[in-house]
């Protein structure tokens, strides 16, 4: 139960956090904050497994146009995904933030208990990463 709990949590706080902006606006505040998307990383830490140490990486992707992000356990790639998950076709995020938002949400969905912690287009919209 807690680790639903945390896992509405997490995806509630997603949903309304960036749900609002424009991908422009968020762009905007990715650039004015200087930050290296390929290194910054959401950190989130498995309280029932301490040795559990997830985080989301984003990446330009090669090939494809877009954002992709990896999933590191303990400092291991644990998922490596290069284009939008459940969309037909080899299409990337549009932005870095997107890619970090579906990254961060499927390290919930592991930490929940989901295996494989696949994502429906549903989840995808419901985000706000399609656009």
């Known amino acids: 139960m ?12 997603l ?9 422009e606006e968020m762009e905007k505040i990715f650039e004015n904050n200087s930050v290296d998307t390929t290194t910054d990383a959401s950190i989130l830490v498995d309280t029932a497994n301490i040795d559990q140490v997830y985080h989301t990486e984003t990446f330009e992707t090669d090939g494809i146009s877009g954002w992709g ?6 400092g291991e790639l644990y998922i490596n995904q290069p284009h939008v998950p459940a969309v037909q076709g080899n299409k990337g995020f ?14 919930t969905k592991i930490q929940a208990g989901f295996s494989p912690p696949t994502i ?10 399609l656009k």
């Open 69 to 74: 992000y990896r999933v590191m356990l303990n």
């Open 15 to 23: 949903i309304f956090s960036c749900g609002n902006a424009e991908p």
């Open 120 to 129: 429906t287009v549903e989840e995808l919209d419901s985000l706000g990463v």
């Open 94 to 107: 549009s932005n870095p933030v997107f890619a970090r938002m579906t990254g961060d949400f499927v390290i």
């Open 2 to 13: 807690i680790k639903f709990s945390a896992l509405l949590f997490v995806s509630s706080f």
